[in-house]
């Protein structure tokens, strides 16, 4: 990896944990989710399968993030199946 495809993937992974933070916030101040929940929710996303709408998705964010930062090159692609 070059130095700028490892800068961007710390930028996906902070962006990820950014919002996944907050949304956890949210809902424990609307008194929704315990912080007990959290572990109980990341055991359960280890056990699900991965889902290609998903993977795509990710990809799409990817490439989108990839291009601002301009790396264009061998970005990966959405798979059809």
Not at 13 to 19: G, I, N, P
Not at 60 to 79: F, H, M, N, T, V
């Amino acid at each position: 990896m070059t130095p700028d495809e490892h800068r961007l993937m710390v930028f996906m992974f902070s962006r990820q944990t950014l919002l996944i933070n907050a949304l956890v916030e949210m809902l424990k101040s609307r008194d929704i989710l315990q912080d007990d929940d959290v572990h109980a929710f990341e055991s359960l996303a280890r056990q699900t399968k991965q889902d290609m709408k998903i993977f795509n998705g990710v990809v799409s964010q990817y490439s989108r993030y990839a291009k601002e930062l301009g790396l264009e090159d061998d970005l990966p692609k959405p798979q059809t199946s």
